[in-house]
């Protein structure tokens, strides 16, 4: 896989995160980046993708809502916006690449950004998130 290739299916990737995480569809980052399996704790659940998905879900919406509360306001996460990510780190030798996105609500900067850990194995992207508060 080319690097081209690698940064146009990251990003591809990355979009169907975001949006799902936007739409509060959390089972579906399954399909796309799914949150890093200690995410399952936040349910006291067996370490599984789907677990960890309903664990961020779960964490997300709890934090927005204190959010809300302190200063009054609604807060969600906005869709994809391509300005808000980063390069695209370069794959190492390891076929690896760490990247990372700054989500927003209702345009203005969160207090988190999401981190992304990609691994190429067999011409197949294998990558999971996390949050950075």
Excluded at 12 to 40: G, Q, Y
Aim: aromatic share 12%; charged share 30%; hydrophobic share 40%.
């Amino acid at each position: 896989m080319t690097q081209q290739e690698f940064n146009a299916k990251a990003t591809e990737l990355i979009k169907a995160m975001v949006n799902a995480i936007a739409d509060k569809d959390f089972s579906r980052l399954a399909t796309s980046i799914p949150p890093k399996l200690s995410w399952a704790h936040q349910i006291d659940a067996e370490e599984t993708v789907e677990n960890a998905c309903i664990g961020f879900g779960k964490w997300l919406e709890e934090q927005l809502a204190l959010w809300e509360e302190d200063y009054e306001k609604k807060f969600v996460v906005d869709p994809f916006d391509s300005g808000r990510l980063d390069n695209i780190d370069e794959l190492d030798e390891e076929g690896q690449s760490f990247n990372t996105y700054n989500p927003t609500s209702f345009g203005e900067q969160l207090d988190f950004w999401f981190e992304i850990e990609f691994q190429v194995e067999n011409k197949q992207i294998i990558a999971v998130f996390d949050i950075n508060i």
